[in-house]
Nanobody, 127 residues
Framework: QVRLVESGGGSVAAGGSLRLSCAAS????????MGWFRQTPGKKRQGVAT???????MYADSVKGRFTASQDNAKKTLSLQMNSLKPEDTAMYYC?????????????????????WGQGTQVTVSS
């Protein structure tokens, strides 16, 4: 079992930056897919960025050029640097992990394929 804990959310004005972190209780697996998702009330959870054990990253079109996902394997941490934030980025952000890399690690990867989820951290961007 892997426990994921997100941190770094908060409130920021449009144009500002936040950095989210996701700490894993232990190393996941030698091959894995990890992702950042966001969800607003009444809407489906959507992929924001994914990163796999090969270091390959993918991003939703809405955040390309503004968000950067990275990982520190030694610290067992996944990060999401969010710049040029917009009010539409307001959401609860979650990190997730899964070892079934053979299922792919694209941004459209089904959320049901992820086995481990954090509790979420709120990001609010004011205009």
């Amino acid at each position: 079992q892997v426990r994921l804990v997100e941190s770094g959310g908060g409130s920021v004005a449009a144009g500002g930056s936040l950095r989210l972190s996701c700490a894993a209780s232990r190393a996941t697996y030698s091959k894995y897919c990890m992702g950042w998702f966001r969800q607003t009330p009444g809407k489906k959870r959507q992929g924001v960025a994914t990163i796999d054990s090969n270091g390959r990253t993918m991003y939703a079109d809405s955040v390309k050029g503004r968000f950067t996902a990275s990982q520190d394997n030694a610290k067992k941490t996944l990060s999401l640097q969010m710049n040029s934030l917009k009010p539409e980025d307001t959401a609860m952000y979650y990190c997730a992990a899964d070892r079934k890399l053979w299922l792919g690690c694209g941004i459209e990867r089904d959320v049901d394929y992820y086995n481990f989820w954090g509790q979420g951290t709120q990001v609010t961007v004011s205009s």
